[in-house]
């Protein structure tokens, strides 16, 4: 009983001495409030390699024991950081920073010594060395990692005055035909991404859209050959991002670019700008090409009742294009671990395409013989803008715990028209005069909302998960007009009239684990599931389309590092493919009323499995990239193409069957005598299916070879010499093949103005001055052949000017929306560990 009096009571005293401790002091006396006494904590910074100053980077001061952010400030120019007002205790400091290695460090300030100094202390590059190989000195041009290969486009002199088609055409692995059209290890079943982010313009004509991006404005492009759970299920053999040239800066920066040619003439202004935690860029290009005029030939053959009909047409067509880019985009970092970004994006061209062709149709059958003049005049206008809102959410707490929300609005219009003239050249026939034209309002709309979630279990485990939805809605309001030569005017055909409605929703979720076995074994293992929803209709017709479905697409990555700058991998994925505004419109386009195309809104996605091993490895200045791989698709998407008995023929689209491809690639990049740099590499592929084609089954199979080789040499640190040269094998059918693609360029740079300029000239096949291009078809009862020649040889000159400050840090910012998900036909993307 007195213990426990005894305690009672010197509790009471211990509880009535504090309080009375803490008692204000009174006029009248009483007790004096302790001193509360702040002080400051100061320090700099220093990058561990350069031993430069690191300016801009977040400083932030926690309370281990309240687990709270008290206080933050950013370092400055020169390196260096104060934090005001900071009560005497035990903190934790956290640096953190873009492109370097979190750190914390202990602090500990008394009242008899409430000012703390850190001194200067460094700050690792975080080039994490488990996830990839990075070529050391100045940044290459190409650059193996365990998920990608990157190609610095931006350090490739040859790219000045080109568009994003000529970029694509350097970059390892891929194949760009004339058109346009871009293919993965030969395949066309890829998906095109800018700066992480998908673009509505894609959806309709990825050549045209990869044309409207300046070449400048290009600084690399990441080739994802295995895809993990977190990227959208789309792209069956692969996805490309083009990551375009954002700089943050502390002051004002830009560049003025200008191109001017025989061929093609562009021109671009950069401006880029930042102050503490904030920043923005702009970019604004134009472009455009002078008429190319080249000669065409079409022939045709097909048996209608064991007779034989032919169509003959020889010709020119004069081509010309015009167009501009704009992109504005600003951040805001709150402080270390909340950031929000946006970016505005506005585009659009037109092209305009002209032909004059004579042309002679023999039908046995209906003993007619048709001698007669064919003219076109076909213009397109597409315009579009895309917006998007990052939120991104760093757990100070968790180093690599991440939430990212993000919204993104994409629009794409596109106004076609159509005109076609005939008249009769032997003046006997009067079903040949024609004078139609004909119309296609397009617009495609895109709203995406997505949420992802990343949690480090341990230094050696990290899952990431996420959702997203992507709401399609795409408009086509067609038309035709036939002139009455009674009342001279033209006349609406209400048959081939309407108004074309196509919804397309995707909801996906995925998760996905990264695991490291010791040093040297990693593991990427992870699904994803995504359900789709389709409706199509017609305004005047009852013909409606439905389709719902669901996949779920699991991926698997095993990487074993088998030295310091050497990695193999193994892998399996698989991949849906969906079709694009292409595929499906079923707009009828009568550029030549004997050969028309429409789409098939009624296709179903192909689905694909593809196995992989690879090796990469860098050893002295050479850096090697191998990997076998098995390709299976089913429900293949092909253009099939028919003849009816009116003499037409008539392509569309259809899912044909199976196809099966085995290959093997090989890149290499070797510096030479410091100064001279060799890249390239092959491509060979088999090209094996079998489909049904008007309930007859088809097989065709074929070996295809693609690859580049390109020899930079840099004679001083001013003078720079480019050369490049392409070769694509013919893109296969069931029915045949398309054109190959050839090309050789070359280039040399001059720096001047002490780096701030540039002069220098682009060369486009010397040795040619027109290109021909030649495919073939076959059907069960025809065979046709189509040839036409471009003119292609071309000179450039290009200017470049920087202005402002110089002295910025490269920072990438993009959206966490990649809308990876639509067959095209022709990010956080860091190492899977």
């Not at 996949?551 to 700058?565: D, H, T, W």
């Not at 000179?795 to 402002?804: D, H, L, M, P, V």
Request: charged share 25%.
């Amino acid at each position: 009983m007195r213990k426990s009096a005894t305690f009672t009571l010197l509790f009471l005293f211990i509880i009535c001495f504090n309080l009375l401790a803490q008692r204000p002091q009174g006029r009248g006396g009483g007790y004096q409030k302790a001193p509360s006494i702040k002080g400051k904590i100061t320090g700099s910074l220093v990058d561990s390699t350069t031993n430069e100053p690191i300016a801009f980077v977040s400083v932030a001061l926690r309370n281990p024991k309240a687990d709270k952010i008290i206080t933050g400030t950013m370092t400055g120019e020169d390196g260096a950081f104060k934090l005001q007002d900071v009560p005497v205790g035990s903190y934790e400091l956290i640096v953190a920073f873009v492109g370097y290695k979190k750190k914390k460090i202990q602090v500990t300030t008394t009242p008899k010594k409430p000012d703390a100094s850190i001194g200067s202390f460094s700050l690792e590059s975080d080039n994490l060395q488990l996830d990839e190989v990075t070529i050391e000195g100045e940044r290459e041009v190409i650059e193996n990692r365990i998920d990608k290969i990157v190609y610095n486009a931006d350090q490739d002199v040859a790219n000045i005055g080109g568009d994003g088609a000529d970029v694509l055409r350097r970059a390892p692995l891929l194949s760009v035909d004339l058109e346009g059209n871009v293919s993965l290890r030969g395949s066309s079943n890829i998906q095109i991404l800018v700066n992480g982010k998908p673009s509505s313009i894609f959806a309709s004509n990825p050549a045209d859209a990869l044309r409207a991006i300046p070449a400048d404005q290009i600084k690399s492009v990441e080739v994802i050959t295995t895809p993990s759970a977190k990227y959208d299920g789309e792209g069956s053999a692969g996805i490309i991002n083009i990551i375009t040239k954002k700089k943050s800066v502390e002051g004002i920066a830009g560049s003025l670019n200008a191109s001017l040619g025989n061929r093609s003439n562009r021109g671009s202004l950069n401006l880029n700008g930042g102050r503490g935690r904030f920043g923005f860029n702009a970019t604004g290009s134009t472009y455009f090409s002078w008429p190319l005029v080249g000669p065409r030939s079409f022939y045709r053959e097909d048996l209608i009742q064991g007779q034989l009909r032919t169509l003959t047409e020889n010709g020119d067509q004069e081509t010309q294009r015009i167009g501009f880019f704009a992109n504005a985009g600003a951040y805001y970092d709150f402080n270390a671990f909340h950031s929000l970004n946006t970016s505005f994006r506005l585009r659009g061209f037109s092209s305009d395409r002209d032909g004059s062709f004579f042309a002679e149709f023999n039908d046995p059958i209906q003993d007619v013989f048709q001698n007669y003049l064919r003219t076109s005049d076909n213009s397109r206008l597409v315009s579009g803008y895309e917006w998007s809102l990052d939120y991104t959410m760093k757990f100070p707490e968790q180093e690599g715990r991440e939430l990212a929300l993000a919204y993104k609005i994409d629009g794409d219009v596109s106004d076609q028209e159509f005109q076609i003239g005939q008249e009769d050249l032997l003046a006997n026939d009067l079903s040949l005069f024609r004078d139609e034209r004909n119309f296609n309002d397009g617009n495609n709309q895109e709203n995406t909302i997505q949420i992802d979630y990343t949690h480090p279990i341990s230094k050696k485990f990290k899952i990431e998960t996420g959702a997203k939805s992507v709401l399609r809605a795409v408009n086509s309001q067609f038309s035709y007009d036939e002139f009455n030569t009674n009342t001279n005017q033209y006349e609406t055909d209400n048959s081939r009239t309407d108004n074309f409605d196509y919804d397309q929703d995707v909801i996906a979720g995925y998760l996905s684990s990264n695991v490291k076995f010791g040093k040297k074994w990693g593991l990427v293992a992870g699904a994803r599931y995504e359900t789709t929803r389709i409706a199509g209709r017609f305004a005047n017709q009852e013909t409606t389309f439905e389709n719902d479905y669901g996949n779920l697409l699991p991926s698997v990555i095993l990487s074993y590092k088998l030295g310091k700058a050497s990695t193999t991998k193994a892998s399996y994925t698989r991949r849906i493919q969906r079709p694009s505004l292409r595929f499906i419109n079923p707009f009828v386009q009568i550029d030549n009323n004997r050969d028309i195309s429409q789409g098939n809104p009624e296709l179903d996605p192909e689905l694909t499995d593809q196995y992989e091993l690879s090796f990469n490895t860098f050893v002295k200045r050479i850096s090697i990239n191998a990997s076998v791989y098995f390709r299976q698709t089913t429900g293949i998407i092909e253009s099939i193409l028919n003849v009816n008995d009116e003499g037409v023929s008539v392509t569309t689209f259809q899912n044909v069957g199976t196809g099966n491809s085995i290959g093997f690639n090989f890149f290499s990049s070797a510096t030479l005598f410091k100064i001279w740099t060799l890249r390239g590499g092959f491509n060979i592929f088999t090209y094996d299916a079998t489909g049904t084609i008007n309930e007859v089954e088809v097989t065709r199979e074929a070996l295809l070879f693609n690859g580049n080789i390109n020899s930079s040499i840099k004679l001083s640190d001013s003078w720079t010499i480019d050369m490049f040269g392409f070769y694509r094998a013919p893109r296969q059918t069931l029915q045949g093949f398309n054109p190959s693609f050839t090309i050789f360029s070359m280039g040399i740079q001059k720096k001047i103005w002490k780096d701030r300029g540039a002069l220098g000239i682009r060369i486009v096949e010397p040795f040619f001055e027109f290109k021909e291009f030649a495919s073939e078809l076959r059907g069960e009862n025809y065979f046709q052949t189509s040839e036409f020649n471009i003119p292609f040889r071309s000179f450039g000159i290009n200017f470049s000017y920087k202005f402002g400050k110089l002295d910025f840090k490269q920072r990438r910012r993009s959206s966490k929306i990649r809308n990876t998900d639509l067959k095209q036909g022709g990010g956080d993307e860091g190492s899977q560990f």
